[in-house]
């Protein structure tokens, strides 16, 4: 039986114009990497009859990074979040993430960094970070 650990996780981001080719992250909380929420597929509406109507549509998917106050990867969103600032304009990136327990690659394509605390959390020790990526979409790729 496959183990479920999530511990080989690989996770690279490519943002274009500032880190052209993909970059690892790495130093994640001690309890998650990322979370993504489910996505509404269907729009649906009741008629007054009782009949039930649905119709596809597009979301985007929103994906959150827990990153370690000490992590190296706090450097990657430090200097997107920067130069969005710097520049006054938005960076896309583009993500895959390797899950070897169930043997799938998932590509993240068109992204926006919506949201990115600009120092850690201090309290006894610093706190990780949260980095909130919105995506077109994720697609699944059998490895």
Excluded: H
């Excluded at 970059?23 to 909380?29: A, C, E, H, I, S």
């Excluded at 996505?39 to 649905?54: C, F, H, P, R, Y």
């Excluded at 985007?60 to 430090?78: E, H, L, N, R, V």
């Excluded at 959390?121 to 949260?130: F, Y």
């Amino acid at each position: 039986m496959a183990s479920l650990t999530s511990a080989n996780a690989v996770i690279t981001l490519r943002i274009p114009g500032l880190f052209n080719t993909p970059v690892t992250l790495q130093g994640f909380m001690t309890d998650n990497i990322y979370d993504t929420p489910t996505v509404e597929v269907n729009q649906t509406a009741m008629g007054v009859d009782g009949k039930l109507s649905a119709g596809f549509v597009f979301n985007p998917i929103d994906q959150t990074f827990y990153i370690q106050a000490d992590s190296s990867s706090g450097d990657i969103f430090d200097t997107w979040w920067g130069n969005m600032i710097t520049q006054r304009d938005t960076f896309r990136c583009f993500g895959e993430t390797t899950l070897p327990a169930l043997g799938t690659t998932y590509t993240s394509n068109n992204g926006a960094l919506i949201s990115w605390p600009p120092i850690p959390t201090a309290g006894k020790i610093l706190q990780g970070r949260q980095a909130l990526i919105r995506w077109e979409n994720i697609v699944p790729n059998p490895l």
